[in-house]
């Protein structure tokens, strides 16, 4: 699909939808309580899909209607043949693999090509290469998962490998404990996780780079209603600094979502806010450059590289490594499609640098490269242009914003899909 963006004036109110994050987890607890449970406030996108799937295959009965998810909780059925699609969504697949793996005796996941790319060595390294098997380019079988009353493992390639194991860890019939060999990165995910699960009256401890699971404890059902996505919050708050005044709504500024630091990190460059209970009211700034962090929050890299663009002096990028394993290398895509405008960018090995742009370069078309964040940043940079730009490969916004357009054109801008 090829979307065409025109300039326009952003000007209104943007309610942003549930956190994917968030979501993916609760789904999770839910399906592993005691008796059923709901949660509200849940537009659907592929990566949810793919994990209530997943979780319907291993015996839960998932049901969603008018924005709520109904869940009935898992039944083992062990004569089943287990056979989970996780498609392109790396948090289905990291997290249902110790679960999976635990209430069944093998498990076959299916994932595209690109996922089953990305790095698994955490739990290779876990299971051992008897049992956890690459059949082809999209097929991995995996057996048996490891119960142990330690794991020993590295968080420094991804959190969600630390969640897949505390969800599992909770339901073992003796105590244990994760044990951190290095720095963990995106530590605001893990504790997201620790949250919910102690929303679904679980417990987990936290001491000296470990984390204390006590056994058999019992997830509780329970209702709740999801809250906003701050990693999608960023796209429009960035639109309100570069384009126009927006307010936006259905924000948790208590959440214990990572990427909610995207206000503190403007602020800190010179954006300006107004806050109420749930909503940010975003002005249109000239922004400073300056040092911008993304260790903990690499989803937030491809829309903060497009702000950089608009600041007065250059942004310096630094600990960018793990943006180059996620749907796409965004480092390198960012780069790739940000020069085509005349941007100077200077990536080095763990930073990156990026200049302001005082005129852009005419360009017909950008790419996604089949990665949601990349085609929503270079949408909102569209906006600002003084032509129209088609966004190649567009649907990759289904991955977590099917929406996304539609929302756009609810702000005034101009958006049509480009048939040519």
């Known amino acids: 699909m090829k979307i065409k963006i025109s300039k326009s004036q952003a000007m209104g109110v943007v309610e942003i939808i549930a956190s994917k994050s968030y979501v993916h987890r609760a789904l999770i607890a839910a399906a592993l309580a005691n008796s059923k449970s709901i949660i509200t406030n849940v537009d659907l996108n592929d990566d949810i899909i793919r994990t209530l799937e997943g979780l319907n295959v291993l015996g839960a009965n998932i049901t969603y209607d008018d924005r709520k998810l109904m869940v009935t909780p898992i039944i083992v059925d062990k004569q089943k043949k287990i056979v989970i699609n996780a498609h392109e969504s790396g948090s289905t697949l990291r997290f249902l693999i ?32 008897d049992k956890f098997t690459y059949l082809d380019e999209n097929t991995l079988l995996v057996k048996g998962f490891p119960k142990q009353s330690e794991y020993h493992i590295l968080g420094n390639i991804s959190s969600q490998f630390i969640t897949g194991l505390l969800f599992t ?19 605001p995910y893990v504790d997201m996780t620790l949250a919910i699960m102690e929303e679904f009256g679980l417990e ?46 259905n924000l948790n500024f208590n959440s214990m979502q990572g990427d909610k630091q995207i206000f503190p990190i403007l602020e800190a460059l010179g954006a300006k806010f107004t806050y109420d209970d749930n909503s940010v009211s975003v002005y249109k700034t000239t922004i400073k450059g300056g040092l911008v962090d993304l260790n903990d929050i690499p989803d937030l890299g491809p829309i903060l590289f497009v702000l950089a663009l608009f600041a007065t002096s250059e942004t310096r990028f630094i600990n960018i490594e793990r943006l180059r394993i996620k749907e796409s290398d965004r480092v390198g895509a ?3 499609e940000l020069k085509k405008f005349g941007a100077k960018i200077l990536v ?6 990026v200049y302001p742009l005082a005129k852009f370069n005419y360009v017909a078309s950008v790419d996604s490269h089949n ?3 990349i085609a929503m940043a270079l949408s909102i940079l569209a906006t600002c242009l003084e032509y129209d730009l088609v966004i190649e490969n567009a649907e990759a916004v289904n ?10 054109s ?11």
């Open 98 to 129: 110790p679960l999976a793996t635990y209430l069944y005796d093998e498990v076959i996941f299916i994932a595209s090509k690109d996922l089953l790319a990305r790095p698994l060595d955490v739990y290779l390294d876990l299971y051992g290469k």
């Open 169 to 187: 860890l909770s339901l073992m019939e003796f105590d244990s404990k994760i044990v951190l060999t290095s720095e963990l990165a995106s530590k």
């Open 204 to 249: 987990v401890k936290l001491a000296n780079n470990q984390y204390l699971v006590s056994a058999n404890q019992t997830y509780i059902g329970k209702a709740l209603m999801a809250e906003g996505d701050f990693s999608q919050a960023a796209f429009f708050t960035v639109l309100g600094i570069i384009n126009n005044d927006l307010k936006i709504k």
């Open 334 to 336: 960012m780069e790739t």
């Open 348 to 353: 080095m090995d763990n930073e990156m640098i």
């Open 371 to 373: 990665d949601h964040r």
């Open 399 to 408: 991955k977590s914003f099917p929406s996304f357009f539609t929302e756009l």
């Open 410 to 420: 609810k702000l005034n801008i101009k958006v049509s899909e480009d048939t040519r």
